[in-house]
Nanobody, 121 residues
Framework: QVQLVESGGGLVQAGGSLRLSCAASGRTLSSYWMGWFRQAPGKEREFVAGIIWSGGGTYYTDSVKGRFTISRDNAKNTVYLQMNSLKPEDTAVYYC??????????????WGQGTQVTVSS
């Protein structure tokens, strides 16, 4: 049973930065493409960023390109999301999950509890 634990969220002013982490237990992440997703109040969960199993390729939804960077450390079984130049519209609960190769979802495993990111204007 895979357990995903997201952390690193918080309250930040617009223009600020946060670094999210996603740690996995119960399965090695190194064979999987991984993605970050977010869900704002009243909205559906949406794909944010993805990374190939090796870390050698990344892709993003248009609204975060140039501001967010996804990375991974397979030795630590952890995936990261560096978020810079944050905007109020980035406010959401952020989740990670494995995804099918070259895709934006769906998540392959049970979702974790997520981590709340709140950006004030």
């Amino acid at each position: 049973q895979v357990q995903l634990v997201e952390s690193g969220g918080g309250l930040v002013q617009a223009g600020g930065s946060l670094r999210l982490s996603c740690a996995a237990s119960g399965r090695t992440l190194s064979s999987y493409w991984m993605g970050w997703f977010r869900q704002a109040p009243g909205k559906e969960r949406e794909f944010v960023a993805g990374i190939i199993w090796s870390g050698g390729g990344t892709y993003y939804t248009d609204s975060v390109k140039g501001r967010f960077t996804i990375s991974r450390d397979n030795a630590k079984n952890t995936v990261y999301l560096q978020m810079n130049s944050l905007k109020p519209e980035d406010t959401a609960v952020y989740y990670c999950n494995a995804v099918p190769p070259q895709s934006t979802g769906p998540g392959l495993w049970n979702w974790g509890q997520g981590t709340q990111v709140t950006v004030s204007s």
